[in-house]
């Protein structure tokens, strides 16, 4: 095992690239009919083949300037030495920088004229589209349900597994005989307000426009939660016209079975479908369907109070267009909460179409600790990769938190102890996973496919990256400290090992050598146990897609 900081100012930080064999030239000969006439015409031949040589290598060497010119002036709007240019190439990867370089482009239209081609081929060398529909691997919403919710001696919600049956009646599906059965949306908004502990609320199947926000007033226990749900997922939809959806400030509440769908006029006015608040500790959102929001789960602090050891589980969030606007676009939004489990979920199409451009599909910040981000599907984008924006899958402290809105309001860290293991990543213009400003964080058994690698971003990021499979790069900054050992597996085409991982079908074609398991990522992406030496990334993804 190594450990390693990031290269201080003026060092390259450690990269792998593969050279590529140049293409052949091909050569043309002139030949005359008869010697005589050769000998005849060489000199005038001779004289036009110097004069068309010079003017050759003056277009060359114009070329040459010019290309040198452009990228000078690039460098200056960019604001880097030609030293500089390198280490940030290194620690900051290609497609950041020519992100970077569009950005500062706009407003001088004769410079985009001049540089924009260019930029965009170098753009399309970096990135490449997905291929086909992509394979479910038995994440997101589960048609069948899932087993009861259970809690454990904390009052912490216990991960749950899909139904075994699929037909009416199986666990998860079954109409609970002290539900009450909400017929409309004017029924639902007076039901949750005046729900008690124990009571549970079925919704009537079919559409159902919410007027405004729902809140929690009352709050649940372990032994009798207030539960909020639909009989079988895919039954209910909730249409959603304001900023938020629910507001959950109370524990021991879950939401189940539910679709919940933004339908507001301009992107913005739909921020999130659920906002959890304050004293929420131990909320559940399990087999939910979200679509169109900015912030799909936002999660944080609320009068010094931090909704603490939640789950999310077996849910689909996605969005079916570009988000336009100015809100962050991140599709769980965790700030400063600790304790939350992010499992066995689908995020998928988080495209940022304004503002600073940059989503993320899953995040925890705010100096909370011990995440947990585990078993999930991360798509940033499952067509036209190439669309403006960067987009990162999973990070460990996003772009930062004011110190206000942290837990210890002085955010010296973002999240401390975050695990993030058995989770593919796929179709990311920028970082699959990004470390910045996390503390102690373990980067374990994850997939990466087509994305930009594992980033640690800004100090004091400090992780162990260990077992995991990628076909980019490990890349760190100056000041973070990357502990890792020769069991993450990288290579430029994950082909060589997959049967085709960019339609995710992620059977072995040829398992690398089996390594020793870390002992904090004790199962593995279907939740079963992993063996003491197991295949590194997340493995079994094929195994449990039917599941």
Not at 119 to 131: D, H, N, S, T
């Amino acid at each position: 095992m190594s450990r390693r900081r990031s290269p201080g100012a003026g060092e390259g930080a450690a990269s792998s690239h593969s050279t590529r064999p140049t293409r052949s030239t091909r050569s043309t000969r002139a030949t005359l009919d008869n010697g005589v006439a050769a000998a005849a015409t060489a000199p005038r031949h001779r004289s036009f083949a110097g004069r068309a040589l010079r003017w050759l290598l003056a277009l060359i060497l114009l070329g040459v300037l010019a290309a040198a010119g452009a990228a000078a002036v690039a460098l200056a709007m960019l604001r880097y030495s030609p030293g500089q240019a390198m280490q940030a190439i290194n620690e900051r990867g290609p497609v950041e920088m020519l992100g970077h370089a569009f950005r500062r482009l706009e407003g001088h239209p004769r410079l985009e004229r001049v540089l924009h081609p260019p930029l965009i081929w170098l753009y399309g060398r970096f990135v490449r589209e997905p291929a086909g529909p992509l394979r479910d691997l038995g994440k997101g919403v589960r048609p069948q349900g899932l087993t009861p919710q259970r809690y454990d001696e904390r009052g912490a919600p216990l991960p749950a597994l899909p139904a075994l049956l699929t037909a009416p009646g199986a666990p998860g599906l079954r109409a609970s005989s002290s539900a009450r059965l909400l017929a409309n949306a004017a029924e639902i908004m007076a039901a949750v307000a005046a729900a008690q502990a124990g009571d549970v609320l079925e919704i009537a199947p079919g559409r159902h426009a919410l007027p405004k926000t729902l809140y929690t007033r009352a709050a649940g226990r372990p032994d009798a939660p207030i539960t909020v749900r639909a009989a079988q997922a895919g039954r209910v939809t909730l249409e959603v016209r304001s900023d938020e959806g629910v507001v959950v400030a109370h524990p021991h509440w879950i939401f189940e079975n539910l679709s919940w769908k933004g339908l507001c006029r301009a992107d913005d006015e739909c921020e999130h479908a659920f906002h959890v608040v304050g004293g929420a500790r131990a909320t559940v959102v399990r087999n939910n369907h979200f679509a169109d929001f900015s912030a799909h789960l936002k999660i944080n602090g609320h009068s010094g109070q931090f909704p603490d050891d939640g789950l999310l589980q077996f849910s689909t969030l996605a969005n079916t267009r570009p988000r336009k606007g100015q809100l962050p676009v991140a599709l769980v939004d965790l700030v400063g909460a600790s304790g939350w489990q992010l499992l066995d979920n689908r995020v998928e199409g988080f495209v940022k179409d304004g503002g600073d451009g940059v989503s993320y599909g899953m995040f925890m910040k705010g100096a909370g600790r011990g995440g947990r981000i585990e078993r999930n599907v991360v798509v940033c984008t499952p067509a036209a990769v190439r669309q403006p924006g960067l987009r990162l899958g999973i990070s460990i402290g996003d772009g930062g938190t004011g110190a206000p809105y942290c837990r210890d309001k002085r955010c010296d860290f973002e999240h401390d102890a975050a695990v993030v293991a058995n989770n593919v990543v796929a179709h990311c213009n920028d970082a699959g996973i990004d470390i910045s400003k996390g503390r102690s964080a373990l980067v374990a058994h994850n997939t990466l496919v087509n994305t930009q690698g594992i980033l640690l971003r800004n100090p004091p990021a400090d992780a162990r990256v260990i077992n995991n499979l990628l076909d980019s790069r490990l890349r760190q900054r100056t000041g973070t400290t990357l502990t890792a050992d020769v069991d993450n597996r990288r290579t430029g085409d994950l082909s060589d090992w997959l049967a085709d991982a960019d339609a995710l079908d992620l059977r072995w074609r040829d398992a690398p050598a089996p390594a020793a398991t870390a002992a904090e990522v004790p199962l593995d992406f279907c939740g079963r146990r992993r063996a003491a030496l197991s295949e590194p990334g997340a493995g079994a993804a094929a195994a449990c897609a039917g599941r």
